[in-house]
């Protein structure tokens, strides 16, 4: 029977959770890495035994880790993260120019083709790929010296790269995105980057054809069609239909478009989830119910899925990189809080069970499905 | 050149990295520095590169500080001569963290 690994990074460490393809019986490993910040941990599809991890801390700054056994034992790899040239400035909150300075790891994606080859996307934004297995990275700076870098400013967490999204057939094409500068997209391998922002528009940019400064938390897509994507805004739910060369608005009748993750699910590309946050002040689910809403129609008509979840005096958020699906058939959905808590459903969201409870800050979840 | 055995103690996270005990020696030629102290300790510890110091600037992490009997050696260039009992290897270097977080 096949099983499923869900790989958990928190503000105190690593958390590894497996079950058989029931998803019933959950046991725990961990905290791996005790004490350090894990923003981001993730297995490669082309071997699921290799997992990456980031790992930092305020003291002693960034580390990259690395599994060969799906999470049994750890290697440190290489943490040299050097921009291309001279790194320049971007602009600070005040708009005054502040100089490019690598502060951590987002968020990293193994790639679809190669167990050695893995992007890295850090604080201050730049994306960076190593292709022999974590060992040394090269920053891929076309995106970076973009026309617009000296423009990007940082969101309320920082300037990260926090979303990697790779074509699945094509590997010459990919997304990413920047808070706060946006979507951006690469034909070429990661050479050239152009922004891909039109139709987004945010209260805070007077110029209703900015090119860039979107404050995009979260991108996804469903293999089956991946020239639709779905994106969390800051505030606003959206949608493209044609490999983001534009969006269009799907919040519909969401309590509140203000939000962090966004998933699709595994089987059926039209079928959304999306946690709606208060606002952009009060980070947590609005009436103090945990809510996720569902989609069945690619948005706009949305479903408040509670079964199983706290529905009074919940006030935890839910991070951009903290929810996640199994490919399993029905779709497994999973996310964890900031309250420490790693929610399930093996039925597509219909019905939520905690698998973990007392966890630390909850920053990542990633899922992976076992053959 | 004859070499010197110096004592350093790290904190408690970079020994978990570096799979060490409580306290490390490195072998320095010629002057004992907290240059040529780091670059042993790094040399010999390659998972610490970039735990201390910047791996390009060779600046310290702004939350570490150095110590030495009891002397604050932070700000001091990194070609300064450690104290003479360090190179003695009768008292150690300390690579110390700040004192924070939750």
């Known amino acids: 029977m096949s099983g499923v690994r869900v790989l958990v990074g928190t503000k105190k460490g690593a958390f590894i959770l497996e079950s058989d393809g029931t998803r019933d019986q959950w046991s725990v490993t961990g905290p791996h890495f005790g004490g350090w910040e894990i923003y981001h941990l993730k297995g490669s599809p082309v071997d699921p035994n290799r997992i990456y991890v980031s790992q930092s801390t305020g003291w002693f700054g960034q580390i990259i880790q690395r599994s060969s056994d799906g999470g049994k034992t750890w290697e440190t790899m290489g943490n040299q ?16 120019p502040h100089p490019w300075e690598f502060k951590r790891v987002w968020h990293l994606e193994p790639s679809l083709h190669d167990a050695d080859t893995v992007y890295a996307g850090v604080e201050d934004a730049a994306l960076f790929r190593s292709t022999d297995g974590g060992q040394s990275w090269t920053e891929l700076s076309g995106l970076r010296k973009h026309g617009s870098g000296a423009h990007w400013m940082p969101g309320a967490g920082g300037m990260g790269l926090h979303t990697i999204v ?4 094509n590997p010459k094409r990919m997304w990413i995105a920047i ?18 922002n039109k139709g987004l528009t945010s209260k805070y940019i007077p110029d209703p054809n900015a090119e860039v400064g979107f404050c995009v938390h979260n991108l996804s897509m469903n293999p089956a069609n991946p020239d639709r994507l779905y994106m969390q805004l800051h505030w606003n739910v959206m949608r493209s239909d044609d490999g983001a060369d534009s969006w269009q608005l799907i919040s519909g009748n969401l309590p509140s478009d203000f939000g962090f993750p966004v998933q699709v699910h595994a089987h059926d590309p039209e079928t959304v989830y999306v946690v709606p946050i208060k606002s952009d002040s009060e980070h947590y689910p609005p009436d103090a119910k ?37 490919r399993l058939d029905p779709c ?13 459903s093996p039925d597509g969201g219909d019905h939520w069970s905690a698998i973990a409870s007392n966890l630390p ?10 053959p | 050149m004859s070499g010197s055995t110096i004592r350093v ?28 102290v780091l670059d042993a300790l790094e040399a010999r510890y390659p998972v610490l590169r970039g735990t201390i110091r910047d791996h390009v600037t060779k600046q310290r992490r702004p939350f570490l500080r150095f110590f030495a009997c009891e002397e604050d050696l932070s700000h ?9 009992p360090v190179a003695a290897g009768t008292e150690p270097y300390l690579v110390v963290g700040a004192i924070a977080g939750g």
């Open chain 1, 179 to 196: 808070s706060s500068a946006g979507v951006f997209r690469t034909d070429d391998g990661g050479e050239t980057w152009a922004p891909a």
């Open chain 1, 361 to 370: 800050s909850v920053l990542s979840v990633e899922v992976q499905t076992l």
């Open chain 2, 9 to 36: 103690v790290v904190p408690y996270h970079l020994r978990t990295l570096a799979k060490v005990g409580d306290e490390v020696t490195v072998e320095v030629t010629g002057t004992v520095t907290q240059r040529s």
């Open chain 1, 332 to 344: 497994g959905v999973y996310f964890g809080t900031t309250g420490g808590q790693v929610y399930m």
């Open chain 1, 81 to 96: 993260f050097t921009y291309d040239g001279v790194p320049g400035t971007h602009q600070w909150y005040d708009g005054t």
């Open chain 1, 166 to 169: 790779q074509h699945p057939t």
């Open chain 2, 76 to 84: 001091e260039s990194p070609d300064t001569e450690l104290p003479a």
């Open chain 1, 290 to 326: 945990l809510r996720v809403y569902r989609s069945r129609t690619g948005g706009t008509e949305w479903e408040a899925l509670t079964n199983g979840l706290p529905q009074e005096h919940c006030y935890v958020n839910i991070l951009r990189d903290a929810m996640s699906i199994d």
